[in-house]
């Protein structure tokens, strides 16, 4: 996105953009362009990042020594405990943190999980199952909810198989969805059912977007006068994962499944691990026909969910529709305020139209802390700040 970096005295650096681009302020706060040091990444080869695959092979800066300037400093990486261990950093600009030092254990086992927080063990974990929640409560901890800023969705790959090429098979499948029960019975509470892929409060949500009820005979109707009435689908699933849009992945799986196979459109699920299999044969290989997928928001820009997602030729979507490819860059482009809402409500239409994918739900994702924990604020982009936090009385 810029071409070029250049300071221009000691407290003054200049980025030159290689095009115009209305979210760049937004953009250029993302944590992941957080200010590191420049010695460590020389020192310990920030730079060689190498592809295997479809995954990627980090240097030492990754895991042993990542260093910044914020409230904690990386003390360990423990692979054998699957702990990250940071202690407090007493040279911080800021105000210091709480506590001295904080503990990341990688738990994957989601029961494991609420049993070590019930009992104990732990102090908090994210994103509990929302079936939980009461468990929790009465066992004392705090459900900390958080605003909703996210999108869940069910991507349909139109490469491998022709009918889904079809955009009469991709609006069935859309109708045959009850994305209200799905909300209702799967989502954390405060879930709502959507019909685009923006939240409310972002620039570009339109009520003009072509909206498609749950109706089943009209799915079937479209199946049949696609000629696709007998069609298998195979349904790409992640495991030993939750995401804030995607607490329960197989479980949601189960209840689109059954949906479509109501319509008569036969799904074999494929379940595959997060970061085992999922990711690569998803995004890289393009290899399933659906797949659950979705994104919670960097910041409050429309291109940052639906650029994301339809801006240019993925293997997950398997298109290369370049009215909405250009429609799309033409709303990134805008630096006016009002020019970029109306741009991207426009696109926001076409993607409507064409259904590349179909929105299914929106989640309010939580956070599960002890009756002890002080000074956590629950972040709508799941972006806590944990020099705040403290044990004891608040």
């Given at each position: 996105?810029?071409?070029?970096?250049?300071?221009?005295?000691?407290?003054?650096?200049?980025?030159?953009?290689?095009?115009?681009?209305?979210?760049?302020?937004?953009?250029?706060?993302?944590?992941?362009?957080?200010?590191?040091?420049?010695?460590?990444?020389?020192?310990?080869?920030?730079?060689?990042?190498?592809?295997?695959?479809?995954?990627?092979?980090?240097?030492?800066?990754?895991?042993?020594?990542?260093?910044?300037?914020?409230?904690?400093?990386?003390?360990?990486?423990?692979?054998?405990?699957?702990?990250?261990?940071?202690?407090?950093?007493?040279d911080y600009w800021g105000d210091q943190a709480q506590m001295e030092r904080i503990v990341f254990r990688i738990i994957e086992d989601e029961n494991t999980?609420?049993?070590?927080?019930?009992?104990?063990?732990?102090?908090?974990?994210?994103?509990?199952?929302?079936?939980?929640?009461?468990?929790?409560?009465?066992?004392?901890?705090?459900?900390?909810?958080?605003?909703?800023?996210?999108?869940?969705?069910?991507?349909?790959?139109?490469?491998?198989?022709?009918?889904?090429?079809?955009?009469?098979?991709?609006?069935?499948?859309?109708?045959?969805?009850?994305?209200?029960?799905?909300?209702?019975?799967?989502?954390?509470?405060?879930?709502?059912?959507?019909?685009?892929?923006?939240?409310?409060?972002?620039?570009?949500?339109?009520?003009?977007?072509?909206?498609?009820?749950?109706?089943?005979?009209?799915?079937?109707?479209?199946?049949?006068?696609?000629?696709?009435?007998?069609?298998?689908?195979?349904?790409?699933?992640?495991?030993?994962?939750?995401?804030?849009?995607?607490?329960?992945?197989?479980?949601?799986?189960?209840?689109?499944?059954?949906?479509?196979?109501?319509?008569?459109?036969?799904?074999?699920?494929?379940?595959?691990?997060?970061?085992?299999?999922?990711?690569?044969?998803?995004?890289?290989?393009?290899?399933?026909?659906?797949?659950?997928?979705?994104?919670?928001?960097?910041?409050?820009?429309?291109?940052?969910?639906?650029?994301?997602?339809?801006?240019?030729?993925?293997?997950?979507?398997?298109?290369?529709?370049?009215?909405?490819?250009?429609?799309?860059?033409?709303?990134?482009?805008?630096?006016?305020?009002?020019?970029?809402?109306?741009?991207?409500?426009?696109?926001?239409?076409?993607?409507?139209?064409?259904?590349?994918?179909?929105?299914?739900?929106?989640?309010?994702?939580?956070i599960v802390v002890g009756a002890d924990i002080q000074g956590l604020v629950p972040s709508p982009l799941t972006d806590e700040r944990f020099a705040t936090?403290?044990?004891?009385?608040?």
């Amino acid at each position: 996105m810029y071409d070029s970096c250049e300071a221009t005295d000691e407290h003054t650096a200049v980025l030159n953009l290689t095009k115009a681009k209305g979210a760049f302020p937004d953009a250029f706060g993302l944590t992941s362009l957080s200010i590191a040091s420049p010695q460590a990444l020389q020192e310990h080869n920030a730079d060689e990042v190498t592809q295997s695959g479809g995954s990627f092979d980090y240097p030492a800066f990754a895991d042993e020594h990542p260093t910044g300037t914020g409230p904690y400093e990386f003390e360990s990486y423990d692979r054998s405990a699957n702990t990250v261990t940071l202690v407090r950093n007493d040279d911080y600009w800021g105000d210091q943190a709480q506590m001295e030092r904080i503990v990341f254990r990688i738990i994957e086992d989601e029961n494991t999980r609420k049993q070590d927080m019930i009992s104990g063990q732990i102090d908090g974990y994210d994103l509990p199952n929302p079936g939980d929640y009461q468990e929790l409560r009465d066992s004392g901890a705090q459900v900390m909810v958080r605003p909703t800023f996210n999108i869940l969705y069910l991507g349909i790959n139109q490469e491998n198989t022709p009918e889904l090429e079809d955009v009469r098979v991709r609006k069935a499948i859309d109708h045959a969805i009850n994305k209200e029960q799905l909300a209702q019975n799967q989502m954390p509470e405060g879930a709502t059912a959507r019909d685009q892929f923006l939240p409310e409060e972002t620039d570009g949500y339109t009520d003009d977007v072509e909206t498609r009820e749950y109706d089943v005979e009209e799915a079937k109707r479209l199946l049949a006068e696609a000629g696709a009435e007998d069609l298998t689908l195979e349904f790409y699933v992640p495991t030993e994962v939750s995401r804030p849009y995607m607490p329960s992945p197989v479980d949601i799986a189960g209840a689109v499944s059954d949906d479509l196979k109501a319509v008569g459109i036969d799904v074999e699920m494929r379940q595959r691990p997060w970061n085992g299999g999922f990711l690569d044969d998803v995004q890289q290989a393009g290899e399933h026909d659906l797949h659950l997928l979705g994104w919670t928001g960097d910041y409050g820009d429309a291109g940052n969910f639906i650029g994301t997602f339809f801006g240019r030729y993925k293997a997950e979507f398997g298109f290369n529709n370049q009215e909405i490819f250009s429609a799309l860059s033409e709303a990134d482009s805008k630096v006016d305020d009002e020019e970029q809402k109306q741009a991207y409500e426009e696109a926001s239409v076409k993607i409507s139209e064409y259904v590349p994918a179909v929105p299914l739900t929106s989640s309010p994702p939580a956070i599960v802390v002890g009756a002890d924990i002080q000074g956590l604020v629950p972040s709508p982009l799941t972006d806590e700040r944990f020099a705040t936090v403290h044990k004891g009385e608040s």
